[in-house]
């Protein structure tokens, strides 16, 4: 069974930079395809990114594309996502996921995180 963590919320200004840590403990992720979705208040839980197992394969949202880069340390079994020009609708609760399959879709993963918040103010 693998237990997700993630970290590195907090409140920022509009422009800042954040990063995200999603660290796996139970097993190794190495051979999971790992994910970020995120949550704003009265909304549905959105895609951000997702990496394969290997990291040689990466997909970010429009909304963020350009401005967050998913990443990832096998060695460490710690999935990052690096947030840089925050905006006001960036503002959400952060999730971790991890799956055997690749995709956008929430259902394709199997195990999650317990969410980081993230506040951007302007």
């Known amino acids: 069974q693998v237990q997700l963590a993630e970290s590195g919320g907090g409140l920022v200004q509009a422009g800042s930079s954040l990063r995200l840590s999603c660290t796996a403990s139970?097993?190794?992720?190495?051979?999971?395809?790992m994910a970020w979705f995120r949550q704003a208040p009265g909304k549905g839980r959105e895609f951000v990114a997702a990496?394969?197992?290997?990291?040689?394969?990466?997909n970010h949202a429009d909304s963020v594309r350009g401005r967050f880069t998913i990443s990832r340390d096998n060695a460490r079994n710690v999935v990052y996502l690096q947030m840089n020009d925050l905006k006001l609708e960036d503002t959400a609760v952060y999730f971790c996921?991890?799956?055997?399959?690749?995709?956008?879709?929430?259902?394709?993963?199997?195990?999650w995180g317990q969410g980081t918040q993230v506040t951007v103010s302007s």
């Open positions: 996921a991890g799956g055997s399959r690749y995709g956008s879709t929430s259902a394709v993963y199997d195990y």
């Open positions: 139970g097993r190794t992720i190495s051979a999971a395809v």
């Open positions: 990496i394969s197992t290997s990291g040689a394969v990466r």
